[in-house]
């Protein structure tokens, strides 16, 4: 009986805890349901973050931090790594950063579509390799990274050359304005320069709609506005200096500069020695007029004694 009573009483006071932790755990558990909060609300946490984007065309925009982090209300509240979200890549700028397919580049006419940076930088050699934040800060849309951290082995390459030392930049020539906008043009991401005169940056099919994986020589070196008086055959030709190759570096300059000069002593010297040469030969015709003047006069003076005295 008393074992019997003792086993109820465990149920009855078992069964309230049970009870109590059910309610308390549904009680505190959060809704799932997550806000908005407002740019206001993470500034009060992350002025460095806060601080770079209210600065940024961005902000300008309306492209708040939720729009990448996702709602943050619960986040706010508690902060932890787990309620917010990062991603980092290049499809998390999509929404606004690209047109149409990613695997392909929309284009008209000659150019390509405006606002095309993901579809361009997903064709590029740097696709798998990088990501739109690997040279932008996210949040000021500073470029942090440039082409020579990445790259020293080129920068030693172009260093010296003749168009480094007129202020001309990676980017110059590997990021062209060959992107259409309504208001201007951009920077194209495609990065790669396809080297054959016959390239084109849009396919000659479907009305120029489509636009290949790589710039051209024309847009790097001619339109870019730097040898618009020159044509794609010079530039098919000269391209390598860019990388030193047939580099105007600055000691093959000093060594052209030698040549010139000595070449120009050495037609110089020519000239003189013709000069010299002519005077020579003039006096050859003197001496040799001369000499038949004496023999002349000794002819007519020998004439004289034979036909006068005999
Ligand atoms: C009350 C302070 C606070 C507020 C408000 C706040 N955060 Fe945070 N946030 C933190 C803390 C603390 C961490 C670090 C969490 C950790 O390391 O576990 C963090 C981390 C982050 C991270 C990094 C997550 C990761 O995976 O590394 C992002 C992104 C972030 N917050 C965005 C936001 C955004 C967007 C807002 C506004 C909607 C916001 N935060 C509001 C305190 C806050
Ligand atoms: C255009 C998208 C975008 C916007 C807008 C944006 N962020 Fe970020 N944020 C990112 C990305 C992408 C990263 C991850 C960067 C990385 O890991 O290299 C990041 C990282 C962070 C981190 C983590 C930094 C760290 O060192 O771990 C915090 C905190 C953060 N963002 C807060 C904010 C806040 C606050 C705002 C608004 C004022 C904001 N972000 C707006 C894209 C954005
Ligand atoms: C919700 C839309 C949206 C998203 C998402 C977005 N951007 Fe933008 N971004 C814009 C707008 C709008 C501009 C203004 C320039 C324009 O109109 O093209 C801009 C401009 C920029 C600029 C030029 C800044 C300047 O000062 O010239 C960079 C760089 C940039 N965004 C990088 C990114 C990166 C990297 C991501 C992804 C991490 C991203 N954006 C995500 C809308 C967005
Ligand atoms: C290899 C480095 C690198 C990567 C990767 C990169 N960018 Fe850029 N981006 C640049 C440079 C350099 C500029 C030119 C900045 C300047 O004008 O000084 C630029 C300019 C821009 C501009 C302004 C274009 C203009 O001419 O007005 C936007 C928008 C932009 N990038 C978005 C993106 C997006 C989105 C991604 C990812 C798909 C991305 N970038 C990937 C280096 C990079
Ligand atoms: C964060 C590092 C990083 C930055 C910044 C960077 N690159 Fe790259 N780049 C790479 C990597 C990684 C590859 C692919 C590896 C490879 O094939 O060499 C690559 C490949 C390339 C290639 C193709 C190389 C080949 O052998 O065909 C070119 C061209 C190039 N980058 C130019 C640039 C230019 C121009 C800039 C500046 C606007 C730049 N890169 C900025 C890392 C970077
Ligand atoms: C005057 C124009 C010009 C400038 C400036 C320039 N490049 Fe290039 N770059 C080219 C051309 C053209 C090619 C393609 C030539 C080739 O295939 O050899 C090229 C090729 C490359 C390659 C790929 C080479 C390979 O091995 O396939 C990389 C990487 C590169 N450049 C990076 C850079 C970096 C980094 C800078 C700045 C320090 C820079 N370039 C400055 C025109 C330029």
Same mark, same amino acid.
Do not use: M, W
């Given at each position: 009986m008393a074992s019997g009573r003792l086993r109820g009483l465990l149920t009855v006071v078992l069964s309230t805890i049970l009870i109590i932790i059910l309610f308390s755990a549904a009680s505190y558990?959060? =809704? +799932?349901e997550r806000k908005t909060v407002g740019f206001s609300v993470c500034k009060i946490c992350h002025s460095g973050e806060f601080n770079s984007w209210s600065l940024s065309l961005h902000k300008d925009k309306g492209v708040e931090c939720e729009i990448c982090h996702g709602p943050g209300s619960l986040h706010s509240k508690k902060p932890s790594k787990t309620n917010i979200a990062i991603n980092v890549s290049s499809k998390s700028c999509s929404p606004c950063h690209s047109t149409g397919d990613l695997d392909s580049i929309p284009a008209e006419g000659n150019m390509l579509k405006g606002r095309i940076q993901v579809n361009e930088f997903l064709a590029s050699p740097h696709a798998g390799k990088l990501t739109c934040v690997s040279c932008h800060d =996210?949040?000021?849309?500073?470029?942090?990274?440039? !082409?020579?951290?990445?790259h020293e082995g080129k920068e030693e390459q172009f260093k010296g050359t003749e168009m480094e030392e007129a202020?001309?930049?990676? %980017?110059d020539c590997h990021m062209p304005e060959a992107v259409k906008l309504n208001e201007g043009s951009e920077k194209s991401? /495609? %990065? &790669? %320069? #396809?080297? &054959? =005169? #016959?390239?084109? /940056?849009?396919?000659?099919? +479907? +009305?120029?709609?489509v636009g290949s994986g790589y710039l051209t020589l024309e847009w790097s !070196? /001619?339109?870019?506005?730097?040898? #618009? #008086?020159?044509n794609i055959k010079w530039a098919s030709e000269l391209y390598g200096v860019a990388h030193g190759a047939k580099g105007l570096t600055r000691d093959i300059k000093e060594k052209m500069g030698e040549i010139e000069n000595l070449s120009n002593q050495l037609s110089e010297a020519n000239s003189k020695i013709k000069v010299l040469q002519e005077e020579v030969e003039r006096t050859d015709v003197q001496r040799l007029l001369l000499g038949g003047l004496i023999v002349l006069t000794a002819l007519l003076v020998s004439i004289y004694y034979f036909v006068v005295r005999s």
């Open positions: 558990s959060e =809704p +799932d =996210p949040h000021s849309q500073k470029v942090v990274k440039s !082409c020579s951290t990445c202020g001309v930049k990676c %980017i991401h /495609l %990065i &790669d %320069i #396809n080297t &054959d =005169p #016959n390239a084109r /940056l849009t396919y000659f099919v +479907d +009305d120029r709609k !070196c /001619l339109t870019s506005g730097c040898h #618009n #008086n020159k």
